[in-house]
């Protein structure tokens, strides 16, 4: 993705995107996000409506404390065609012998896993936001 404006708020987007990424399918309470990044409420919540209009996150109303608040997940982890072509199944000689619950399976393939952390991590590292 690519930031076109070098804005506050563009930063900002990417920043929350990016936290709400890594936060994972668990997800991240927007109050305590907007606390973690100095934000104030109607901020942080223009911010977080942005990316939801965009359909980069999904925001859960949830009672926390006895008080509303949103629940901020990711709608999905996205992955490039570059990425997929680093993948180690791609020249992999025990690619045919390989299933789920075979000898050799991606449950418990090291190559893979070490992908898998990889992209994510040149992902998080990557991450802006488009202008909305
Ligand atoms: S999961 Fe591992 S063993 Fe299986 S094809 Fe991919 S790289 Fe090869």
């Known amino acids: 993705m690519k930031l076109p404006r070098n804005s506050k708020e563009d930063k900002l987007a990417s920043l929350v995107y990016k936290l709400v990424l890594e936060s994972g399918e ?7 996000l907007w606390k973690k990044l100095n934000l104030t409420s109607r901020d942080g919540s223009r911010i977080a409506t942005r990316l939801e209009k965009r359909k980069l996150i999904k925001r859960e109303k949830v009672l926390e ?14 992955i490039s065609v570059k990425a997929i072509m680093r993948a180690p ?10 299933y789920p619950d075979g000898q050799v399976s991606p449950r418990t393939c090291t190559k893979l896993e070490r992908w898998v952390i ?15």
């Open 89 to 98: 199944c791609i020249n992999c000689p025990f690619i045919a012998k390989c």
């Open 26 to 32: 668990k997800g991240v309470l927007q109050s305590e």
């Open 118 to 132: 990889s992209e994510y991590e040149s992902f998080l590292a990557g991450v802006v936001v488009d202008e909305a």
């Open 65 to 78: 404390d006895g008080r509303w608040t949103y629940l901020l997940r990711p709608v999905s982890m996205p």
